[in-house]
């Protein structure tokens, strides 16, 4: 009776599928047993995954529209709105709805500390959505990170964008001569090749930042440009702490002399009106934000005027020990050493507590054109994760990855030797079966 209630239940496990186990889910049994009827099991929405776009950004004609889903990170757990800002000033929102759960920013192009960059073909204004999560009840413990989104609006610059009425073609010749000898200058972030311009984010430490400065001189009379300073700091603006100094002293790369640093100019120039410098990305230290703001002071020089020690581009030569300029005898580069290049009315190291908080400052020479500016790049965004094969050197996740690792390995071997038991179980079932029935 035993053997015989032992074959029965033997023959019972046998006669399902191996890998088939809805036989122990009483929904998916129903769903099998009426073929007309729609199970949900399985279908739930993965964490992650979006209804609707968790950020929404619409670049109006002199404004910027952010709408934020309060379910940012599709978890479903609500954001404190509080905890929302835009822009390094961190404007707070404009409107509320709590039907929909959003948030909505509204500023204009230059507000809220707001950065332009101006290429040959366009306008882009960058700026940030952040959030950063106020303290919990217990402040021993931390449920969520903050979270930078870089946003960007892209204006063309040879194309009609306004709603006005489109104005005559025809110019007086002195506005038309004002317009010719108008300079533009630029900072562009480049590629590898520097065959084009790249996204701001995903940068690491030990990643090399390629920038290029220009400036349009349209049908200006040829003209050479120069690197006089630059800063970096949190914010656009200069009265952020801390900054530190890449460019000094009228085109001295200071950041070069560094033992671990390999910045440096690119000689020779592709063109005079344009300049190229590498620099070893950094972060500061002790600040969770992971971003930096380049202002640099460009400005311009006859392409016939000889460089001069208040007009030069010098890097520093590790092999030699010794400063050596893009163009010029070696001797315009000696006071990057000594740290004084001395000052000129035209030429000067960057003072940012001096030019901001003004968007862009612009100098004049006596004819009225303009010869020098301030530019800033950024925000530069580095990347939290390395993702070097689930190793994490901050954070700890790539050590939580690793052990959710082991522990599925762990458990498909469990898995394995289970399933070994039970077809071994059915095999010698069988065999007994088939002994007593012979």
Not at 14 to 37: C, L, M, V
Not at 143 to 155: F, L, V
Not at 206 to 216: H, S, T
Not at 406 to 417: E, H, I, R
Request: one cysteine or more.
């Amino acid at each position: 009776l035993i053997l015989t209630l032992l074959c029965w239940v033997v023959g019972k496990v046998a006669a399902y599928p191996p890998w088939d186990f809805s036989w122990g889910d009483p929904a998916r049994r129903e769903a099998q047993a009426d073929p007309n009827t729609w199970s949900w099991v399985g279908e739930t929405q993965s964490p992650g995954t979006y209804r609707q776009q968790p950020v929404i950004v619409q670049c109006q004609e002199a404004q910027l529209v952010v709408t934020v889903n309060r379910d940012l990170f599709g978890t479903g757990r609500l954001v404190n709105v509080a905890d929302l800002t835009l822009g390094p000033a961190a404007c707070k929102h404009s409107s509320l709805n709590r039907a929909h759960n959003t948030v909505t920013f509204t500023a204009g192009l230059h507000e809220c500390g707001s950065t332009v960059q101006i290429t040959p073909d366009s306008l882009i204004y960058r700026t940030l959505l952040n959030y950063d999560p106020s303290p919990a009840s217990n402040p021993v413990i931390i449920r969520t990170n903050p979270a930078i989104i870089p946003i960007e609006c892209h204006y063309p610059r040879r194309e009609n964008v306004s709603s006005n009425a489109i104005r005559p073609t025809w110019a007086p010749f002195s506005n038309t001569l004002s317009a010719e000898e108008k300079l533009v200058f630029s900072l562009r972030l480049m590629n590898e090749d520097w065959s084009a311009e790249r996204s701001f984010t995903g940068f690491q430490l030990g990643d090399i930042l390629n920038i290029q400065a220009e400036v349009g001189t349209e049908s200006h009379v040829p003209l050479r440009l120069f690197v006089d300073s630059c800063v970096a700091a949190l914010s656009p603006g200069a009265d952020s702490s801390p900054h530190y100094t890449i460019i000094d002293f009228n085109g001295c790369l200071v950041d070069g002399r560094s033992d671990d640093t390999s910045s440096a100019f690119i000689a020779p120039r592709p063109r005079e009106d344009m300049l190229r410098f590498t620099i070893d990305v950094f972060r500061f230290a002790g600040d969770t934000r992971n971003l930096i703001y380049i202002t640099c002071h460009l400005k311009v020089t006859p392409a016939d005027q000889t460089p001069d020690p208040l007009n030069k581009a010098c890097s520093f030569n590790k092999a030699r020990n010794t400063w050596a300029p893009v163009e010029g005898t070696r001797d315009i580069c000696s006071c990057c050493e000594l740290g004084n290049c001395g000052s000129s009315a035209h030429s000067r190291s960057l003072n940012p507590l001096e030019r901001w908080p003004s968007r862009r400052f612009r100098r004049h020479n006596t004819e009225g054109k303009e010869v020098e500016a301030d530019v800033v790049i950024g925000p530069v965004l580095l990347a939290r994760d390395p993702g070097t094969g689930g190793q994490q050197q901050e954070g700890g996740h790539g050590r939580v990855t690793a052990v959710l690792s082991v522990g599925t390995g762990l458990l498909f071997v469990v898995a394995a030797v289970g399933l070994a038991g039970i077809m071994l179980a059915i095999g010698v079932g069988r065999r007994r079966c088939t002994h007593t029935s012979a």
